[in-house]
């Protein structure tokens, strides 16, 4: 595992309801659908600290075939690819964030 990464919350600090940590660019290093890992650690209100469960991260970097036109009515191919920019995980009570990766 790495050292822990920052995160953000989407809340703020003292927050009753659940919450959506962010973790932005992680690099994951991995062509693999088994060996990147992510997890998450919040401090509630109180300070006490909570980690989640593992994560696996699916990573494929190999570019998907091009848009094939089947409709008259979708001329333009429409088939837009997009790259996953962070990872979030919902916990209650945040205060504070972090992240860490494997």
Known sequence: WSVWRSASSAGSDGATS???ITADSIPFNQDSGTQNMIKFKIDDAARN???SEEYTVRVDVTDPPAP???????PD???ATGKQKG????CPHVRMTEC???
Not at 87 to 90: G, H, I, K, T
């Open 68 to 74: 094939v036109i089947l409709s008259s009515t979708h």
């Open 18 to 20: 659940y919450q959506t």
């Open 49 to 51: 600290t909570g980690e």
């Open 77 to 79: 191919g429409a088939g």
């Open 87 to 90: 990872l979030s995980y919902e």
């Open 100 to 102: 860490y990766e494997k």
